[in-house]
Antibody, heavy 117, light 107 residues
Framework: QVQLVQSGAEVKKPGSSVKVSCKASGGTFNSYGFHWVRQAPGQGLEWMGGIIPKFETSNYAQKVEGRVTITTDESTSTVYMEMNSLTSDDTAVYYC??????????WGQGTLVIVSS | SSELTQDPAVSVALGQTVRFTCQGDSLRTYYANWYRQKPGQAPVLVVYGDNNRPSGIPDRFSASSSGNTASLTVTGAQAEDEADYYCNSRDSSGNPLFGGGTKLTVL
């Protein structure tokens, strides 16, 4: 059974950085891509970026490019999303999701990131 | 343009049929996938590709597409179907793209 388990909630100061992890189990890690999707309070889903572990290639939404870095650790089947220069606009629930072939078939439970002074 | 447009909200009487629509140029190239999200929970894939349902999703969920419009139909809506529904496809760069979501109320 495939599971994506994310790290816990974070409270950060404006201007700081956050790193969220997503540990995959139950599947072949290198056979899929992974994405990070965020959801601000009361808002819809917003794609932030993705990575294909097999090819070590990543790409990012224009809105966050330059502030977000997505990496993987194949030895632990973990995907990471690091965001710097945080502002209150980055307050959201961050989800990782597995890309099967254009559809996101499994999602993590979400990680709440609160940016507040 | 790289946008997917959904109606903000729809309602349906218990046991009746409801249809969600999703419009966007990318749907002429890519299938739409559909997700259900209940309050406080992660999205769940309910239909993907050419009208495929993941294991555990009831067959009252079905999808279709024509031109730049994709549709999700729930035949015989149940109380537990009350949720937000999102469509998803790809943008011109092949990156995931989401619609704004539709809030379903079951009366």
């Amino acid at each position: 059974q495939v599971q994506l388990v994310q790290s816990g909630a974070e409270v950060k100061k404006p201007g700081s950085s956050v790193k969220v992890s997503c540990k995959a189990s139950g599947g072949t890690f290198n056979s899929y891509g992974f994405h990070w999707v965020r959801q601000a309070p009361g808002q819809g889903l917003e794609w932030m970026g993705g990575i294909i572990p097999k090819f070590e290639t990543s790409n990012y939404a224009q809105k966050v490019e330059g502030r977000v870095t997505i990496t993987t650790d194949e030895s632990t089947s973990t995907v990471y999303m690091e965001m710097n220069s945080l502002t209150s606009d980055d307050t959201a629930v961050y989800y990782c999701a597995r890309d099967r072939d254009g559809d996101l078939d499994y999602w993590g439970q979400g990680t709440l990131v609160i940016v507040s002074s | 343009s790289s946008e997917l447009t959904q109606d903000p909200a729809v309602s349906v009487a218990l046991g009746q049929t409801v249809r969600f629509t999703c419009q966007g140029d990318s749907l002429r190239t890519y299938y739409a996938n559909w997700y259900r999200q209940k309050p406080g929970q992660a999205p769940v894939l309910v239909v993907y590709g050419d009208n495929n349902r993941p294991s555990g999703i009831p067959d009252r969920f079905s999808a279709s597409s024509s031109g730049n419009t994709a549709s999700l139909t729930v035949t015989g809506a149940q109380a537990e179907d009350e949720a937000d529904y999102y469509c998803n496809s790809r943008d011109s760069s092949g990156n995931p793209l989401f619609g704004g979501g539709t809030k379903l109320t079951v009366l």
